[in-house]
T-cell receptor, first 112, second 115 residues
Framework: NAGVMQNPRHLVRRRGQEARLRCSPM?????VYWYRQLPEEGLKFMVY????????ESGMPKERFSAEFPKEGPSILRIQQVVRGDSAAYFC??????????FGPGTRLLVL | AQTVTQSQPEMSVQEAETVTLSCTYD???????LFWYKQPPSRQMILVIR??????QNATENRFSVNFQKAAKSFSLKISDSQLGDTAMYFC????????????FGKGTHLIIQP
């Protein structure tokens, strides 16, 4: 059973461009969480999704950020019009049941 | 809102020694889970151990064990017979049962195992 997969592993964008981060959960997992990690800090919750539904997006900025988890395909975190402050590591985690999350390797986003 | 506090930014021990990482949390809820995650230099987040708040017995996974004190809201991690590969950031995390708002992490402890 492959682990949680994220791509790309590294992403460089210029200010104003769009960033799309993908997450494929472990087989059989229907719960997906996205977190952001700034340098020298712990992870901060952004959004929790189940198939085709956003359950909780209380940690996600109201503007420029969106997330989806379609019936088919990976979950996508989309950041529009990126700014330098969006530079961070973005981690996806999946769970079969809500209480135990397994993390992907993360996507390092650098905004120039 | 719940908070998780790790008061030791960095710790260093010799290989084969036992080390304890501390974690305290604050919540008014009664049903929750506690976790320790490890983040080695590869930056991958790896689940080390999990504890259900309703269980009094402390969780154990091989060389890793916890001391869960619910009344004191304390959740420390003990690593026995430490190995060089244990060098990593260790994050304590909390989640409500139901998990709608995800994990709340502490700021982490950087553990260095010296040869």
């Amino acid at each position: 059973n492959a682990g949680v997969m994220q791509n790309p592993r590294h992403l460089v964008r210029r200010r104003g461009q769009e960033a799309r981060l993908r997450c494929s959960p472990m087989k059989g997992h229907s719960h997906v969480y996205w977190y952001r990690q700034l340098p020298e800090e712990g992870l901060k919750f952004m959004v929790y999704l189940q198939k085709e539904n956003i359950i909780d997006e209380s940690g996600m900025p109201k503007e420029r950020f969106s997330a989806e988890f379609p019936k088919e395909g990976p979950s996508i975190l989309r950041i529009q019009q990126v700014v330098r402050g969006d530079s961070a590591a973005y981690f996806c985690a999946s769970a079969e049941r809500q209480e135990t999350q397994y993390f992907g390797p993360g996507t390092r986003l650098l905004v120039l | 809102a719940q908070t998780v506090t790790q008061s030791q930014p960095e710790m260093s021990v010799q290989e084969a020694e036992t080390v304890t990482l501390s974690c305290t949390y604050d919540t008014s809820e009664n049903n929750y889970y506690l976790f320790w995650y490890k983040q080695p230099p590869s930056r991958q987040m790896i689940l080390v151990i999990r504890q259900e708040a309703y269980k009094q017995q402390n969780a154990t996974e091989n060389r890793f064990s916890v001391n869960f004190q619910k009344a004191a809201k304390s959740f420390s991690l003990k690593i026995s017979d430490s190995q060089l590969g244990d060098t990593a950031m260790y994050f304590c995390a909390f989640m409500f049962r139901g998990g709608a708002d995800g994990l709340t992490f502490g700021k982490g402890t950087h553990l260095i195992i010296q040869p």
